[in-house]
Structures are given as C-alpha cells and as structure tokens.
C-alpha cells in the first residue's frame, strides 16, 4: 500500500510522544481505517491507531 506522508508524520508524531494517533478529519479516518484492514495499524478504541508493530 502506498504511504501517505502527512499518515506517517502524524503515526511518527504520537509515537514520538508515546501517544496513539487521532485522525483530524473524515479523510483521515478512511485512509486509517483502511491501514487498520490491512493489518499495518491497529485500532485499539474507537479513533485511535497505532502502527500494528509497535
């Protein structure tokens, strides 16, 4: 799957932080929703993704 950059600062931003990501907006949550399917996220509460291998 191709990464979306500004997916992957926000991802790098809350792990920097020891903090899940939240998405910002609708679009954000489709395109983090769809990494969660894919098995790369893991979305432990609702609004909440984290990379699957952290």
Do not use: F, S, W
């Not at 931003?13 to 990494?35: M, S, V, Y």
């Amino acid at each position: 799957m191709k990464k979306d950059t500004r997916i992957e600062h926000l991802l790098d931003e809350a792990e920097q932080h020891g903090l899940c990501a939240i998405a910002t907006d609708d679009n954000q949550r489709r395109r983090l929703g769809r990494r969660v399917e894919h098995g790369e996220l893991v979305n432990p509460h609702p609004g909440l993704y984290i990379r699957a291998d952290v």
